[in-house]
């Protein structure tokens, strides 16, 4: 599995359970939405400045296996 998918999580109780960046409620969607609206990566990370370029790769990384109709299997987060 890709490293980057690590950084994807998803729990019913958070965002409706929509895939976010693990640790925030940044929808993965969201974040593609906006690179596909034109944004660049540092445009995001200062809209956005509690994420890292690899929280954006998650996300395009995530995108990329859904889009082959493979199924993610990310775990819930665990909240401590």
Same mark, same amino acid.
């Given at each position: +599995?890709?490293?980057?998918?690590?950084?994807?999580?998803a729990d019913?109780?958070?965002?409706?359970?929509?895939?976010?960046?693990?640790?925030h409620?940044?929808?993965?969607?969201?974040l593609? !939405?906006?690179?596909? !609206?034109?944004m660049?990566?540092?445009?995001?990370? /200062?809209?956005?400045?509690?994420?890292?370029?690899d !929280?954006?790769? /998650?996300?395009?990384?995530? *995108? /990329?296996? +859904?889009?082959?109709?493979?199924?993610? !299997?990310?775990p /819930?987060?665990?909240? *401590?």
């Amino acid at each position: +599995m890709n490293r980057l998918l690590e950084r994807i999580s998803a729990d019913p109780n958070i965002c409706f359970g929509k895939p976010c960046i693990r640790g925030h409620r940044i929808w993965v969607s969201l974040l593609l !939405d906006l690179l596909a !609206d034109g944004m660049t990566v540092e445009e995001i990370l /200062a809209e956005y400045p509690q994420l890292t370029k690899d !929280d954006i790769r /998650a996300a395009i990384a995530y *995108g /990329a296996e +859904m889009s082959r109709e493979r199924y993610v !299997d990310i775990p /819930a987060e665990v909240v *401590g």
